[in-house]
C-alpha cells in the first residue's frame, strides 16, 4: 500500500466511517431534539429534560465524532492526495458545510437552554433534512468518484 498510512490505511479508513455513523446519528437527533423541545414550555421541567438530552447529544456523539471524522479524514486525504482527486475537493466542501451545519444546530441548542426559540418549528423539521441530502452526495462522490 503506498502513501504514508500504508498498512494503517483500512484501519484509518474504519476509524473514520465509524465516527461518520456516529456524527450523523447527532446531526440527525438534534434538530429532531430541538422539534420536541420547541413544544415544551421554556423554564419547565421538560424544557430542563430537553435542555440535558441536547448537552449529552452534544458532549458524547457530536464534538467527538465531528473532531474523528476530520482527524482520520485529513490522514486519508493525505494518504491519497489532493491532486486530480476533483471528488475529494467536492466532498470536502460537503464536509463543511456539514460542519458548518452542526455549529449552527449547537448554537441553537444553547439559545434554546437560555429559553430563547429563534426558529419556527417548520425551519427545524426541513433543517432536519440536511443532513440527509449532505450523506447522499457524500456517498455518491466517495463510491462512484463522477469526476
Not at 446531526?27 to 429532531?32: E, G, T
Not at 429534560?49 to 485529513?74: D, H, Q
Not at 492526495?81 to 449547537?106: I, P
Not at 441553537?108 to 433543517?127: D, G, H, I, M, W
Request: aromatic content about 16%; some cysteine.
Amino acid at each position: 500500500m503506498t502513501g504514508w498510512l500504508a498498512g494503517a490505511y483500512p484501519w484509518v479508513k474504519s476509524v473514520h466511517v465509524i465516527f461518520v455513523i456516529f456524527w450523523m446519528a447527532g446531526l440527525f437527533m438534534l434538530p429532531r431534539f430541538l422539534v420536541y423541545w420547541m413544544a415544551a414550555a421554556p423554564g419547565s421541567p421538560e424544557s430542563a429534560l430537553w435542555e440535558e438530552r441536547c448537552k449529552r447529544l452534544r458532549r458524547i456523539i457530536l464534538t467527538p465524532g465531528m473532531i474523528v471524522v476530520w482527524l482520520a479524514g485529513f490522514a486519508l486525504a493525505f494518504h491519497l492526495g489532493f491532486e486530480g482527486n476533483a471528488w475529494l475537493w467536492a466532498k470536502l466542501l460537503l464536509v463543511f458545510g456539514l460542519t458548518g451545519f452542526h455549529h449552527w444546530m449547537v448554537r441553537v441548542s444553547k439559545q434554546f437552554a437560555r429559553n430563547e426559540r429563534p426558529y419556527a418549528e417548520k425551519t427545524l423539521r426541513l433543517a432536519n433534512e440536511i443532513p440527509s441530502l449532505v450523506t447522499i452526495g457524500t456517498v455518491i462522490l466517495v463510491i462512484v468518484k463522477p469526476f
